[in-house]
């Protein structure tokens, strides 16, 4: 079974900051990973998906991420934060189950990040 | 293009009594989903459809929950009877496609007390 563990519930980082939002996951098949963004009262919004290829990933917002197979690991980096980007983060993890083939989204517990100003 | 909808926003009910949420995808969006999100957690899937068909419901509480895709397009989740624990978002969302390493899109969720 795949699992998504995210380090940190609570970020707080300055305007201009690096900020740094952490995700390992357990998987024994390669994964697809991804990171969701979740602003108050409103849905998930996709910010970045790794499925193959290049493992720097880019997305939305100047958000970027590195998938890092020996370490497990897809961590979220932005260079400066804004204050508009404080809402929680979501890393999700989609694998094949090897008995149904079926594949499904398992989300970590979530990252709230705080920008002062 | 019009986002995921879904109706009511808010609902507070009493345990056991039943409640309804409902869920608009964006149109064209054959796989259809419904999540649960407690406070201080990620969503978890409770049902997928393809079209009007389950294609995982594993984690669906089925001695309390149900949920129906009729024609393929809009979707019900139900409670009956609710408990307390039910208290949650319940996320809905939408794509394109079910190759797992689709986008999926979310509405922005009923959020549910259950007193």
């Known amino acids: 079974a795949q699992s998504v563990t995210q380090l940190g519930s609570h970020v707080s980082v300055s305007e201009g900051a690096l900020v740094l939002l952490r995700c390992n996951y357990s998987s024994s098949v390669p994964p697809y990973l991804f990171w969701y963004v979740q602003y108050p009262n409103q849905g998930l919004q996709l910010l970045l998906k790794y499925t193959t290829g290049a493992t720097l990933v880019k997305g939305i917002n100047g958000f970027e991420a590195e998938f890092k197979k020996s370490e497990t690991s897809f961590h979220l980096t932005k260079p400066s934060a804004h204050m508009s980007d404080a809402a929680e983060y979501f890393c999700?993890?989609?694998?094949?189950?090897?008995?149904?083939?079926?594949?499904?989204?398992?989300f970590g517990s979530g990252t709230r990040l705080q920008v002062q100003p | 293009e019009a986002g995921v909808a879904q109706s009511p926003r808010y609902k507070i009910i009493e345990k056991r009594q039943s409640v309804a949420f409902w869920c608009n995808p964006i149109?064209?969006?054959?796989?259809l989903y419904w999540y649960q999100q407690i406070l201080g957690q990620g969503p978890k899937l409770l049902i997928q459809f393809q079209n009007n068909g389950v294609v995982d419901d594993s984690q669906l509480p089925k001695d309390r929950f149900s949920a129906e895709r009729l024609k393929g397009v809009d979707s019900t989740l139900k409670i009956q009877p609710a408990k307390l624990e039910d208290s949650a978002v319940y996320l809905c969302?939408?794509?394109?496609?079910?190759?797992?390493?689709?986008?999926?899109?979310f509405g922005p969720g009923t959020r549910l007390l259950v007193l």
């Open positions: 969302a939408s794509s394109l496609e079910r190759t797992g390493r689709e986008t999926q899109y």
């Open positions: 149109s064209g969006h054959a796989t």
């Open positions: 999700a993890v989609s694998v094949s189950n090897v008995d149904t083939g079926r594949r499904a989204l398992t």
